[in-house]
């Protein structure tokens, strides 16, 4: 109990710093990053529910990232319905869709759960790129987002979605970090660390892995929620590969063992792209090369690597 | 959906040979890449997500080669043997190091290589389309059989890739070196214990289906245009081969190659809209019926 | 709560793994399975356990049959094991492996509602671990233990699913005589405690015969003979099996 009133009082901390913080400077560039952050915070920390707290390596994760985007977009395109409405309904759409390629998945072992995951991911890619009258192809989705008012709260001025955003960061890492610490997380590391050991304490394996699956699924959505919001539409980009592979780097680099760990990584990769982009036409290279030093030096996540190992005098908290 | 046009053509021999042509050289280059997979997965365990980045440069390779010497040959024999000392050193430097550790470091250090020779590739050769143009050699008069269409450049590279598929075939089954390959594709360790220097047999395994790679691409380059993007396509295409053929199966990847160049060769006719996303079903399909593919080996 | 087996028979290919077996093995019984390497002691387990599927025979418990039905079933029906491989949560400590069991055990291996551990949980693992003599390493991560100590924590897991009939598979092995010693200690005195019906397997046979009230021989995936030790170790056909030497401790 108290470590949730202890995390709770951080994330209430940080809530309060976020929203405070344009009151004390205005930083256009600082609401723009912290925007474009929550988005890609919310997929990685999602994603690594499945890579490091269940052992499932999944490479199509995108595939929910741009589900989100797309089905929120379009839900606030082609209905009246009000923003709220539009996220909640995407977010049980996107439940659907993960239950449904969950179910297919799910029963394969690691390198073919990988491929499936990510074919279906590359599947609905070129879904995307070929529905041109729905989805406007590979331009992405135009025509904008309509009636951004929550509330009488117009977040189609930036500092508006700053907030928005900000809220939905700090209450979906929330959301995941209590998955992370309840009996049902501690299920899922079990089911990472030996699964046929868990299987024999009375385990069925299926049922807490199908689920985290789902629940992963929601949570990239709901980062494709933000990041529509951010463009105004939705890009296939989005869904494509190398997204994923961005995602699986911001995991890997902030650390998979540290729940705030895809957070860090997150921040620092698109610090990194930022500036890469700013000195070079080339960044790719720039953050290849970066990808290399990191896979080859490093090794470890920058919070792992900073993170106190466990084996202290105190329950592992995580 | 036009079955129509579909059926009109299978009763038509010459749209058969001229799509059954086309559809053959799609899937005989895609094999060339998939051997190369599916040897490198078979035998190492690896995913090598650079793969399509071995593709690509063997195809800018062969291009500026012919450029400079305006010969074809030397062009492809470039290409695949740059690729194979590239295999060699992608291996040595950069995969031998993750061996055994987490499977998304070995991702992310290929993912690396793609982005880092995407954007070379862009340097070097600028990011327009080239195109390499028809060697002289196949400027020649179409081969017509049963009245259809096939470029001379095509039943060439038909005959060429057979006679790879073949050769590599009997040379796994029947070399010493092949025998010792398939060996270690079952178990690495005894192959060790058995005094066989399993370091160079992994830069081999690297170095062969890096120069297989190099060589299809060398071999697109005619009838493709380059672009630095043109390793991710080919990189997807060939897994879902190997996949559904099998990881570390020649043969599998051979089958399922052919079947994925005629499917698109005829889709193209009858369902062009979404042979793509069929390609994507059927892997999904076969993977839950038989994970191992049609013809792969259970993976432990 | 006692186990019987009858007429069990399982086939590999053309060999038979284990041929025809019966055995009963009393509540509260203390038995030892021995025999020669590849004489089907780990099937057998295997068997019983459920992991495997018998081709022919019978598995009761308490009269009740089980044959054929999946581990957890099993497992639900009070049948505990631990493994020749110890099997546990490398990365996680030793008290969190038991908290975790403890959990999964009370159904709250779903649960969403609170923070791990579940109120409890802790208390609970905390009395196994000092049964085990795991007390002092409780904070330890499991994947640093010894050897030994790992051991002890696989016997742990399995008795935090409070069994009835826990089977033992090879518990020493690999062990120094120190270690050995400690172990079979705290195996005999687990026993007591638990009242339970406890089956091992092993090759040590200082061990069975200090420690088994009842030991069967297999070999070859037969029974070959069944009895008390000093009956067991007289008996013409169980020498000639082992030729007269002890089975070769691992």
């Not at chain 1, 990232?65 to 379009?74: M, R, S």
């Not at chain 1, 331009?139 to 930036?158: E, F, H, K």
């Not at chain 1, 049902?184 to 807490?208: K, Q, S, Y």
């Not at chain 1, 994923?244 to 957070?263: R, Y």
């Amino acid at each position: 109990m108290k470590e949730f009133l202890r995390e709770g009082g951080v994330a209430l901390a940080a809530l309060v710093l976020l929203l405070g913080a344009p009151l004390v400077f205005s930083s256009p560039a600082f609401e723009d990053f912290i925007i474009r952050l929550s988005a890609l915070a919310l997929f990685a920390t999602s994603l690594n529910l499945l890579i490091g707290g269940s052992g499932m390596i999944s490479f199509g994760h995108g595939l929910f990232y741009g589900f989100g985007a797309y089905a929120f977009a379009l839900l606030m395109q082609r209905t009246t319905l009000s923003l709220v409405s539009a996220l909640i309904l995407t977010l049980v759409l996107a439940a659907l869709v993960a239950l449904l390629v969950g179910v297919v998945c799910i029963r394969l072992k690691t390198i073919y759960f990988a491929f499936v995951t990510l074919a279906i991911q590359m599947l609905f890619y070129s879904v995307i790129i070929s529905w041109v009258r729905l989805t406007g192809g590979d331009q992405g989705l135009q025509g904008g987002i309509p009636r951004r008012v929550i509330a009488d709260i117009d977040i189609n001025q930036q500092s508006h979605l700053y907030q928005f955003c900000a809220v939905l960061l700090v209450a979906g890492l929330f959301a995941m970090r209590h998955i992370t610490a309840s009996p049902f997380g501690m299920t899922l590391r079990m089911i990472r660390d030996n699964e046929a050991r868990a299987a024999f304490l009375g385990i069925p394996l299926w049922r807490p892995k199908l689920a985290i699956f789902v629940l992963a699924g929601v949570f990239a959505a709901l980062g494709g929620i933000l990041a529509s919001l951010f463009v105004s539409g939705a890009y296939p980009e989005f869904a494509d590969w190398p997204f994923s592979g961005q995602a699986i780097f911001a995991v890997m680099l902030g650390g998979i063992e540290s729940f705030l760990g895809p957070l860090a990584g997150s921040a620092i990769l698109l610090a990194l792209n930022d500036i890469f982009t700013r000195l070079t036409e080339y960044h790719g290279l720039v953050q290849g090369v970066v990808i290399l030093l990191f896979a080859l030096g490093l090794r470890r996540g920058v919070l792992d690597f900073l993170r106190v190992l466990p084996g202290r005098g105190e329950v592992a908290s995580r | 959906m036009d079955l129509e046009a579909l059926v009109a053509c299978f009763a038509s021999p010459a749209c058969v040979v001229t799509q059954a042509s086309s559809g053959l050289i799609v899937g005989l280059l895609l094999f060339l890449v998939a051997a190369g997979l599916t040897l490198i997965f078979g035998v190492l365990k690896i995913v090598n997500f650079a793969h399509g980045t071995f593709y690509m440069l063997g195809a800018y390779i062969a291009y500026s080669v012919f450029q400079a010497t305006n010969s074809y040959g030397l062009a492809v024999l470039a290409a695949a043997a740059a690729m194979a000392i590239f295999g060699v050193a992608f291996e040595r430097f950069l995969i031998a190091r993750v061996y055994g550790g987490n499977v998304l470091m070995q991702l992310l250090i290929c993912y690396a290589v793609v982005l880092i020779f995407d954007d070379l590739v862009k340097l070097v050769w600028g990011a327009d389309f080239h195109a390499m143009g028809m060697p002289e050699a196949f400027q020649r008069a179409p081969i017509f059989i049963a009245g259809g269409v096939v470029p001379p450049f095509y039943a060439g590279l038909i005959v060429l890739s057979l006679c790879l598929a073949a050769l590599l075939g009997l040379g796994l089954g029947f070399t010493r070196m092949g025998k010792i390959i398939t060996a270690a594709a079952y178990n690495p360790q005894m192959v060790a214990a058995l005094g066989i220097n399993t370091t160079a047999l992994f830069a081999l395994v690297f170095g062969l289906g890096g120069g297989l790679a190099g060589l299809a691409g060398a071999l697109a380059a005619p009838v493709r245009s380059l672009s630095p993007g043109m390793g991710f396509s080919i990189l997807i295409e060939s897994f879902i081969i190997t996949v559904i053929g099998g990881m570390g199966s020649i043969a599998g990847a051979l089958l399922t190659a052919i079947g994925f160049g005629l499917l698109r060769g005829f889709g193209t006719i009858g369902f062009p809209l979404f042979t793509d996303e069929l390609i994507y079903a059927a892997m999904i399909v076969v993977l839950l019926i038989r994970p191992s593919g049609l013809f792969g080996r259970e993976i432990v | 709560m006692n186990l019987e087996v009858r007429h069990l028979t399982k086939r590999f290919g053309g060999v038979a793994a284990i041929d025809d077996v019966s055995l009963e093995f009393p509540s509260g019984s203390l038995s030892a399975v021995i025999g020669p390497n590849g004489a089907g002691k780990s099937t057998f387990f295997n068997l019983i356990s459920g992991a495997l599927t018998p081709d022919g025979g019978h598995i009761l418990v308490d009269g009740e049959e089980i044959t054929g039905r999946s581990q957890a079933a099993i497992v639900h029906r009070g049948l505990g094991r631990a493994f020749q491989v110890a099997q546990f949560f490398p990365t996680m400590t030793v008290r969190e492996n038991l908290m975790a069991a403890v959990a999964a055990h009370r159904g709250q291996w779903g649960s969403l509602a609170r923070r791990f551990p579940p109120p409890g949980a802790q208390a609970r693992a905390e009395e196994i671990a000092a049964m085990l003599g795991l007390a002092a390493v409780a904070d330890r991560v499991a994947a640093t233990l010894s050897h030994g100590d790992q051991k002890l924590l696989d016997i742990a897991l399995a008795l935090a699913l409070e069994p009835k009939i826990l089977l033992l598979d090879e518990p020493t092995a690999g062990m120094g005589p120190e270690e050995r010693a400690r172990m079979i200690d705290r195996v005999q005195h687990v026993w007591a405690e638990q009242k339970l019906t406890l089956i091992f397997i092993e090759h040590d046979m200082d061990i069975v015969f200090r420690i088994a009230e009842r030991v069967a021989v297999l070999c070859y995936g037969r029974l070959l003979a069944v009895g008390t030790p000093d009956a067991i170790r007289a008996d013409p056909a169980v020498i000639a099996a082992y030729l007269g030497t002890e089975a070769p401790t691992p």
